[in-house]
């Protein structure tokens, strides 16, 4: 069993930045195949935001390309993922998953609103 904790949201204008943190508690590197953020926006359905491979094979929802960036720390077995120049359409929960062995493991979950 994996665990994935989220942190980092809140509530921010339009045009700010968030950076949201995906601590795992198994390597990043040697045992968690991958690691993705989804987001859910109230009455929508759960959908990729980003996702990063164990070797560093990074992929973007083109709603977010070139505004969000993922990155990762190795040794804190954690992902982030930056949020620049949101726009209100990005409020949502955001959700860090876990890939490992075939399986799937999910974090609770952090807000986002933007809003002015």
């Known amino acids: 069993q994996v665990r994935v904790v989220e942190s980092g949201g809140g509530s921010v204008q339009p045009g700010g930045s968030l950076r949201l943190s995906c601590a795992a508690s198994?390597?990043?590197?040697?045992?968690?195949?991958?690691m993705a953020w989804y987001r859910q926006a109230p009455g929508k359905q759960r959908e990729l935001v980003g996702r990063?491979?164990?070797?560093?094979?990074?992929t973007y929802a083109d709603s977010v390309r070139g505004r969000f960036t993922i990155s990762s720390d190795i040794p804190k077995n954690t992902v982030y993922l930056q949020m620049n120049s949101l726009k209100p359409e990005d409020t949502a929960v955001y959700y860090c998953?876990?890939?490992?062995?075939?399986?799937?493991?999910w974090g609770q979950g952090t807000q986002v609103t933007v809003s002015s």
């Open positions: 998953k876990a890939e490992r062995r075939g399986s799937d493991y």
């Open positions: 198994e390597s990043i590197f040697s045992s968690i195949n991958a």
């Open positions: 990063t491979s164990r070797y560093s094979t990074l």
